[in-house]
Nanobody, 129 residues
Framework: QVRVVESGGGSVQSGGSLSLSCTVSGYTNGRRHCTGWFRQAPGMERAPIAG????????MYADGVKGRFTVSQDNSKKTVSLSMTRLKPEDTAMYYCATGDCWGLRISQFMIRGNPKSWGQGTQVIVSS
């Protein structure tokens, strides 16, 4: 059974930085999977933010976070991290890590329509102006 556990998040002032970490367990060693970060602000739909392919490290970023957020993975530690810089109040949201098989999909396709099967509990990010 695949398990996803997030950590990090918190409160920061506009322009500041935060890092989120996601530990993914349960995959057979070497099995290709994709992991991504999604966020949901109050009254808004959940949206994909950034994702990464375990096989080749290919990444995907939403337009609003390109150049400010960086997603990375450490396969030996089974973690996927999201480094967030130059944070804005509009980045305030609940952030979720999710993972799933992505056979036949590019990371961008997985993030938009891949329907990840395993989700974390979410971690709150608050950016004050």
């Amino acid at each position: 059974q695949v398990r996803v556990v997030e950590s990090g998040g918190g409160s920061v002032q506009s322009g500041g930085s935060l890092s989120l970490s996601c530990t993914v367990s349960g995959y057979t060693n070497g099995r290709r999977h994709c992991t991504g970060w999604f966020r949901q602000a109050p009254g808004m739909e959940r949206a994909p933010i950034a994702g990464i392919d375990s096989a080749d490290g290919d990444t995907m970023y939403a337009d609003g976070v390109k150049g400010r957020f960086t997603v990375s993975q450490d396969n030996s530690k089974k973690t996927v991290s999201l480094s967030m810089t130059r944070l804005k109040p509009e980045d305030t949201a609940m952030y979720y890590c999710a993972t799933g098989d992505c056979w036949g999909l590019r990371i961008s396709q997985f993030m938009i329509r891949g329907n990840p099967k395993s989700w974390g509990q979410g971690t709150q990010v608050i950016v004050s102006s």
